[in-house]
């Protein structure tokens, strides 16, 4: 397996109450019964615990975060992007946990290690749910990310979907020294994120949020910030601010990306964040460690109210990102 190998490696602060003795046969697991609007159609349930299969790791997961792309698909909203093979099925992305078992063929990882991951939607081209919203959750060792030495649980759980997105579309885009970047929504999970990345890379960046959110915003080191609230249709607004020629990329606004025609030059991307692989979060990993990127934690929740921060991500334009402790 790609990254970084086995080893004694000292576990971060507040991942040593992963380190549990025994596995129990069942855990507690948010789970997707139907799809609704008022997600209505989620559950906690108690069920069996996974096994790890080949080249698989159980992770005791200590804590997760909420992203539109959860409470977007419990709605029914992402099924082209996203399906779910069946009902009733996991929930959750971003995983920050500790390695408590490990499948025939694992390599690199060991149990006791602090990991992250952001679990992945298909394996050969088939829909996969694994659930980040559970006590326990299997994970390819592929996709698995050894945990940044300087981040506790609860913060490194905001980044995973944000950190990858970000990186991914900068990547995407080319971003390089002296580029000038505008980032579209500078105080949310992936844009204050994105923010800091495109910095480390020595590109110029501008963002955009309301004027509430303008200190947060600048704490990320952003050169300039526009106080753009009530403004609709990202793709039009975008496309008149882009130089000749300029590259846009967008994680969002589905329908009014495809619904706009590019003008001079200028040539849109719409981002579907790729499942990432051990590198990607190698990469990520040192940036959090040299201090390029700080994590955006900024409220809390049990898992036993994990349906409450759903509803409140559901609201839109949260700041920074919602977490969930798993005890």
């Not at 779910?84 to 025939?104: E, H, K, N, R, Y």
Request: hydrophobic fraction near 40%.
């Amino acid at each position: 397996a790609a990254g970084r190998g086995r080893g004694v490696r000292k576990v971060p602060k507040g991942f040593e109450r992963g380190l549990v003795e025994g596995i129990p046969t069942t855990m507690k697991a948010l789970m997707l019964k139907e799809f609704s609007d008022d997600l209505s159609g989620v559950e906690l349930q108690e069920i069996k615990t996974p096994s790890p299969a080949k080249g698989e790791v159980l992770v005791r997961v200590l804590a997760s975060s909420v992203n539109p792309i959860d409470f977007k698909g419990m709605k029914g909203y992402l099924q082209n992007q996203f399906p779910i093979p069946s009902f009733p099925a996991l929930t959750g992305f971003d995983v920050a946990g500790v390695v408590v078992a490990v499948g025939d063929g694992v390599t690199r990882l060991q149990v006791g290690n602090a990991v992250w991951a952001s679990l992945p939607t298909q394996q050969g081209g088939k829909p996969l749910v694994m659930g980040a919203y559970a006590q326990y959750a299997v994970i390819p060792e592929a996709k698995v990310g050894l945990a940044p030495s300087n981040l506790n649980p609860l913060e490194l759980a905001s980044m995973p979907v944000v950190a990858i997105t970000g990186l991914q579309a900068l990547q995407s885009l080319g971003v390089k020294q002296g580029d000038k970047v505008l980032v579209v929504g500078g105080s949310g999970g992936t844009g204050s994120c994105a923010i800091q990345i495109a910095k480390r890379l020595g590109a110029h960046v501008t963002t955009t949020c309301s004027k509430k959110n303008m200190d947060f915003c600048k704490a990320t080191d952003v050169d300039g910030v526009y106080d753009c609230i009530g403004e609709t249709g990202i793709c039009s607004k975008s496309n008149k601010v882009l130089k000749d020629g300029g590259k846009f990329v967008s994680i969002a606004a589905w329908a009014d990306f495809f619904q706009h025609k590019w003008e001079r030059g200028v040539s849109g991307t719409m981002l579907q964040m790729d499942s990432t692989n051990a590198k990607t979060l190698e990469t990520l990993q040192d940036m959090f460690e040299n201090g390029e990127i700080k994590a955006a934690t900024t409220k809390v929740f049990k898992l036993e109210n994990i349906v409450d921060a759903l509803k409140e991500g559901a609201k839109g334009h949260t700041v920074g990102k919602i977490v969930i402790e798993i005890d």
